[in-house]
C-alpha cells in the first residue's frame, strides 16, 4: 500500500522553472528522509537533493543554489523546487523514501528542458 506518487514534470524552456511533487500515502511520513534522484538516458541515477526527517539538506554540486528541496509532513508532500533549468537537467527525476527500515520509489516524471 506504499505510494510515493511525483507530479509536476514536463517541458520548459531553458532557464525556466518547474517544481516537483512526490505525494507520500501507506507510511509514516516523518520519519522517513527523501531523496530526488534523476536518470538521463545512458546514464547512472544520481542524487540531485536530500532532505532528512528533521529538514537537513544536501544538494549535488550541479544543481547547487538553484535547486531547493522541502517537505511538508502535514501533507505528506516532498517538493523540488527547480529554478534556472538547464538542458543537462533533462531526466527522469525520482523520488525516494527512506528510513532505518524501509526504502521505497516512485515511478517517476519526466522533466525536459529544451527550446
Known amino acids: 500500500q506504499v505510494q510515493l506518487v511525483e507530479s509536476g514534470g514536463g517541458l520548459v524552456q531553458p532557464g525556466g522553472s518547474l517544481r516537483l511533487s512526490c505525494a507520500a500515502s501507506?507510511?509514516?511520513?516523518?520519519?522517513?528522509?527523501f531523496g530526488w534522484y534523476r536518470q538521463a538516458p545512458g546514464k547512472q541515477r544520481e542524487l540531485v537533493a536530500l532532505?532528512?526527517?528533521?529538514?537537513?539538506?544536501n544538494y549535488a554540486d550541479s544543481v547547487k543554489g538553484r535547486f531547493a528541496i522541502s517537505r511538508d509532513n502535514a501533507k505528506n508532500t516532498v517538493y523540488l523546487q527547480m529554478n534556472s533549468l538547464k538542458p543537462e537537467d533533462t531526466a527522469v527525476y525520482y523520488c525516494?523514501?527512506?528510513?532505518?527500515?524501509?526504502?521505497?520509489w516512485g515511478q517517476g516524471t519526466q522533466v525536459t528542458v529544451s527550446s
Open positions: 525516494n523514501a527512506q528510513s532505518a527500515k524501509t526504502h521505497f
Open positions: 532532505i532528512s526527517s528533521g529538514g537537513s539538506t
Open positions: 501507506g507510511m509514516r511520513f516523518s520519519v522517513h528522509s
